[in-house]
């Protein structure tokens, strides 16, 4: 009895382990299955390989699971060898079963992978083909716009050659092109104009035509060009056909072969008149140092001669009284008179030339101010002398302070000494506007004149009142009208006879152009 | 009014001169005149040397009346060769001219003149300026010590 249970569980133990022998290979058959179906899922496109791998897998993982199975039936050990031997068929039945099963999982897999495969690979040479047929097209565009490129390119140089022959046959400036060694090799018909025509220039090499001591320099600035020296002018003689020479200004270029590209203007005249006016401004210069030395000559040898005349007469009169008598004495006093006058017109006329002499300069001027100053000089100077001077505030302009002072002193002159027989004299300073640029005036109630002489006003020397009725050199409204014009300004008057007399004047260019 | 010191007077016009001897002594100023009539001659009496070789190189004038135009060495030349000079550094010298050139003016001031005087035509405003210059330079006016003294 107790061999027969014995037996009886050997032979449940053998089982269940056959049992879960089973089991375990099946699970692992299921999960090769699943594995496989997952792999052939995953093998899209031409993924043939990888299907043929999964099945290799598949095979492989039975083999194991086979081979585990067959170990585990040899562990069951136990007395009911029958059983067991049984077991065993049994299991290994199965096991085939299983594998037959797998195999045909596997078979049944590689049918819809292979044709996924097969749609991938045809859905693949689609596309392959329209990409082909696009990219064919595409070529073929791009060929025909490179064509018609081309053509507008063509034809755009053709325009340019065109355009550049033109301007080379019209152009007044000489052009030519030269080879590196500095040969003619192309030149504009302006060349005419030296009296060549272009089959004699192109048979002579450049240089021959430039003026022997020009040639060195010619050919430094040759290299510095080449070398890629900056294109700017350069100046040398030209012969002409007739053997003179004409000053040619060069622009020149190389390109990077060394033909040299040149256009060349005939700076003859300018040169001619540059140097005329050099030599003119030379001139001028010296005339200028000339008056200077003279107007020192004249405040300086004049005088003397001068001081001699009036201080000796003072000297008679001083000195002999009673021997010259009432008529001696009268005449003696006219010579005095006259030196002292002839004293101030030389100081007048060295006053008028300092100012033509003198540099200007311009700053912002307090022009009221200026008005002022000059209004309380000749104030102090006539302390008996009752005047109304009215002056605007505020006025400001541009111009040298110093030259504005020496006009007011004449202006404001003028209106005191020409006040001088009234007892209410008003003498008025302001401004006015003429397109917005202030115009300046000094105006007095005094003496007036013949607006029939205005022209005359300005002059030096010119004088519209006799010596006996008012005192002066005539040089004062010129160096008024002097100072305006340093200035690039306008002065002009209008007066009445014995109702006073306006002088306008402006500092500057723009304003007050009638 | 005034005491002994030597008035140096640079001056080519003998008339010029005769007048300047005439304000002067109009004005009371009495003081001896050395004429020099022209820049070397000044620079030889105040350097002691060619014809004023023999004269006492320390005895300085109280005042030169330098004209600017003058024959050989002008005014301004003389006036910078008496300023480069430790004896004559601080002479006083009065430019006494008929020039009214501004040049003149400031080249006279940066040479080293002490005064600018005008010579008016006018002969009583001549003697009015003359009056003043001495009276100032002469009287007021306080000299420095000549060097080396």
């Known amino acids: ?514 | 009014m005034s005491n002994d010191g030597i008035i140096l007077l640079v001056e080519d016009n003998p008339k010029d001169e005769e007048l300047t001897r005439r304000a002067l002594t109009k004005t009371n100023i009495l003081n001896p005149i050395v004429v020099a009539r022209d820049g070397v001659e000044a620079l030889d009496y105040l350097f002691s040397r060619g014809t004023h070789a023999d004269r006492d190189s320390e005895a300085m004038p109280q005042l030169v009346l330098l004209d600017l135009k003058l024959p050989k060495v002008d005014g301004l030349q003389v006036l910078k060769e008496l300023r480069e000079r430790e004896i004559t550094k601080n002479l006083p010298v009065v430019v006494l001219t008929s020039s009214l050139e501004d040049q003149d003016l400031i080249s006279s001031y940066s040479l080293g003149a002490n005064s600018y005087v005008r010579k008016p035509v006018d002969f009583v405003q001549f003697v009015d300026a003359v009056r003043q210059l001495g009276f100032y330079w002469l009287v007021l006016n306080k000299t420095a010590p000549v060097p080396g003294l």
């Open chain 1, 1 to 514: 009895m107790t061999d027969r249970r014995s037996d009886r569980d050997v032979d449940l133990q053998a089982s269940a382990k056959l049992r879960k022998a089973e089991l375990e290979a099946h699970a692992k058959l299921r999960k090769a299955e699943v594995e496989a179906d997952a792999k052939v899922q995953r093998a899209e496109g031409p993924a043939a390989a990888k299907v043929q791998k999964a099945l290799v897998d598949a095979g492989l993982t039975l083999q194991q699971a086979l081979v585990e199975a067959d170990a585990k039936l040899q562990r069951a050990e136990g007395p009911a060898a029958a059983k067991v031997q049984k077991a065993l068929v049994e299991a290994a039945l199965t096991l085939q079963l299983a594998l037959v099963e797998a195999d045909a999982k596997v078979q049944r897999a590689e049918g819809p992978a292979a044709a996924k495969v097969q749609k991938a690979l045809a859905e693949a040479t689609l596309t392959l083909q329209h990409a082909l047929v696009d990219a064919t097209s595409t070529l073929r565009e791009a060929e025909v716009a490179a064509a018609e490129k081309l053509i507008q390119a063509q034809e755009e140089l053709a325009y340019q050659r065109d355009v550049f022959e033109r301007f080379f046959a019209l152009s007044l400036d000489m052009m030519c092109i030269s080879s590196p060694a500095g040969d003619f090799k192309r030149v504009s018909p302006s060349f005419d104009a030296l009296g060549y025509g272009s089959e004699e220039l192109l048979s002579r090499p450049m240089l021959d035509f430039v003026h022997p001591d020009d040639i060195a320099v010619t050919l430094a600035q040759r290299e510095r060009l080449a070398a890629g020296a900056p294109a700017v002018s350069f100046e040398n003689r030209f012969r002409c056909k007739d053997g003179s020479y004409r000053w040619l200004s060069w622009v020149s270029g190389p390109d990077s072969a060394g033909t040299m590209y040149s256009m060349a203007r005939d700076v003859t005249e300018a040169r001619r008149m540059q140097e005329e006016l050099a030599g003119a401004k030379d001139a001028a210069d010296e005339v200028n140092r000339e008056l200077e030395s003279f107007s020192y000559s004249v405040a300086h040898d004049l005088r003397a001669p001068l001081r001699s005349i009036d201080g000796f007469s003072q000297a008679l009169l001083e000195d002999c009284a009673e021997k010259l008598g009432a008529d001696g004495k009268k005449y003696i006093s006219f010579i005095r008179e006259s030196a002292q006058h002839m004293a101030q017109l030389i100081d007048d006329l060295l006053g008028l030339s300092r100012i033509t002499r003198s540099q200007l300069h311009r700053e912002d001027v307090d022009i009221s101010a200026l008005a002022h100053a000059a209004s309380t000089r000749i104030a102090r100077s006539q302390p008996k002398r009752r005047v109304g001077v009215v002056i605007e505030d505020g006025l400001k302009g541009v111009g040298d302070p110093r030259l504005i002072a020496v006009l007011f002193d004449n202006l404001f002159g003028n209106a005191w000494k020409f006040t001088g027989k009234r007892d209410d004299g008003r003498i008025e300073f302001g401004a006015t506007s003429e397109d917005g640029h202030p115009v300046y005036f000094v105006r007095d109630n005094g003496a007036g004149f013949d607006m029939a002489f205005v022209e005359k006003l300005f002059g030096v020397f010119q004088r519209l009142h006799s010596a006996s009725e008012f005192e002066g050199t005539g040089v004062g409204l010129a160096t008024v009208q002097r100072v305006v014009r340093r200035h690039g300004g306008r002065v002009w008057a209008e007066g009445d006879v014995d109702h006073g007399a306006t002088f306008y004047f402006t500092l500057s260019e723009t304003a007050g152009v009638a």
